[in-house]
């Protein structure tokens, strides 16, 4: 089977992405960096692997649609059969998915459908649920609300704070978020309605 080549998308630190480069194996490659920000550390991180970078700005209102394209596009054009938003803070619009034309992923760190948007983790600790986790999903123009891949919880400790919660959180979707782009690299993420079975290892 020919390697499978993913569009990352990013807007901060990059530690998603960095597990997701380090995972790269005879299933996939990261093709290509994208970013709606200049000078952040995910990009860093990108060039440090050697693999090419662009920055779309994505300011607010109709430009956001714009924007969309512009980075749907340029996904295309480094032919990636995945798009996969790690860590990425703007929300595309739904021509992003029609002009991407393939599959896109996304990592949320809460237990979905609780917490969805920008803040699940402060979110939840909010709330003050006793478990919260992460959710690695199919990416929809539906926001947080695709097909759910992989889920773990992580259980909230009394002292935590957003940033330690999230640390915890980061630590499991750094696991999984490989592993999910793996499955679906090797054909093994199998779509019925809303359930996504993970068929077996062949042989
Ligand atoms: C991750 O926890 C990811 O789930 C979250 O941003 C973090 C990125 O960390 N994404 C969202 O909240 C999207 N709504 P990183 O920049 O260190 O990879």
């Known amino acids: 089977m020919a390697k499978l080549r993913v569009g990352v998308l990013v807007s901060g630190t990059g530690s998603l992405l960095q597990a997701i480069l380090e995972g790269q194996d005879s299933s996939y490659e990261v093709g290509v960096v994208a970013s709606d920000r200049p000078g952040i550390r995910a990009l860093e991180r990108a ?4 693999v090419p970078t662009v920055v779309v700005e994505f300011p607010k209102g109709e430009a956001r ?8 596009r340029t996904l295309r054009n480094h032919e990636v059969g995945l798009g996969v938003l790690a860590g990425f803070m703007k929300v595309v619009t739904a ?6 034309g393939v599959p896109a992923m996304n990592s949320h760190p809460a237990l979905l459908p609780s917490f969805p948007g920008a ?7 909010a709330w003050g649920v006793r478990v919260t986790g992460t959710t690695i999903h199919f990416a929809t123009p539906d926001l947080d ?20 919660l999230h640390e915890r959180i980061k630590v499991v979707e750094q696991r999984l978020y490989p592993e999910a782009i793996r ?5 093994r993420l ?4 809303r359930r996504v079975h993970i068929l077996p290892a062949p042989g």
């Open 183 to 187: 499955l679906f690299a090797d054909g």
């Open 190 to 193: 199998k779509l019925e309605g």
């Open 95 to 100: 021509n992003f998915f029609d002009i991407l």
């Open 119 to 125: 803040h699940g983790v402060r979110d939840a600790l």
């Open 47 to 50: 060039e440090k692997a050697g």
């Open 65 to 72: 649609e714009i924007a969309s394209e512009k980075i749907a």
């Open 145 to 164: 609300g695709g097909p759910v891949i992989f889920q773990e919880a992580v259980e909230v400790l009394a002292d935590d704070t957003e940033e330690t």
